[in-house]
């Protein structure tokens, strides 16, 4: 064969295996775009049991107090439902996340430790919450000890739907002071001056 004609041949072959190529790696991108377009905007992908389970929770807006401000934040916590049955119920709960303490580090707690159990009562829409003689001694005390105390307690029970005031008691009783910087025998409402704006948390 006509060495000349051989060389088209080849130089032909060439061509066609170029586009042949191009066109492949065309449809190769094509498809993988449409593939990342099909997929979900999330990675985390959860089983119907524990979307279940998480359906079986509700939330709670706990306060504790910011290490380096002295200013209240909220941290969420999960609890199941079966605790929140009643505002009763639900209350007391609360209060129990809040006496177990913050789960970041940049927190921190402002119930005396080791001081005996807060227990509470709603009716009518107020929280009655009772400590006892053992909470108030542990409290160190300070003006700003005292009003992160009653307001991280107060802030995180007006948060439940059916509360709207907390009345505190000492042994049972109503008392005019606490720590001696405010007036303890009037029912308190939630108070955001004390919380830190949205915008300075981390």
């Known amino acids: 064969m006509n060495k000349r004609i051989i060389s088209i041949i080849v130089v032909c072959l060439l061509i066609v295996g170029v586009f042949s190529t191009c066109f492949y790696r065309s449809?190769?991108?094509s498809?993988?775009?449409q593939s990342?377009?099909?997929?979900?905007t999330s990675s985390i992908m959860i089983t119907e049991e524990q979307i279940s389970i998480e359906a079986q929770k509700i939330v709670l807006a706990l306060y504790f107090a910011d290490s380096t401000t002295a200013e209240l934040v909220a941290e969420k916590r999960f609890i199941p439902?079966?605790?929140?049955?009643?505002i009763a119920t639900l209350a007391q709960t609360a209060l129990e996340e809040l006496?177990?303490?913050?789960?970041?580090?940049?927190?921190?707690?402002?119930?005396?430790k080791g001081?005996?159990?807060?227990t509470v009562k709603v009716d009518n829409k107020t929280a009655t919450v009772n400590m006892t003689?053992?909470?108030?001694?542990?409290?160190p005390g300070g003006s700003t000890g005292e009003v992160l105390t009653v307001y991280a307690i107060v802030n995180t029970l007006t948060e439940i739907?059916?509360?709207d005031t907390v009345q505190f008691t000492i042994d049972d009783e109503i008392v005019e002071e606490f720590k001696g910087h405010l007036e303890f025998d009037k029912p308190f409402k939630g108070d955001e001056s004390y919380i830190k704006p949205e915008e300075e948390q981390e």
């Open 81 to 86: 439902k079966n605790k929140a049955e009643d």
């Open 31 to 33: 498809k993988n775009q």
């Open 161 to 163: 739907e059916g509360i």
């Open 115 to 118: 001081a005996k159990k807060l």
């Open 27 to 29: 449809q190769s991108a």
């Open 99 to 112: 006496e177990k303490g913050p789960i970041s580090g940049s927190l921190t707690n402002t119930l005396p």
């Open 133 to 139: 003689k053992d909470f108030v001694k542990k409290h």
């Open 36 to 40: 990342e377009e099909s997929q979900p």
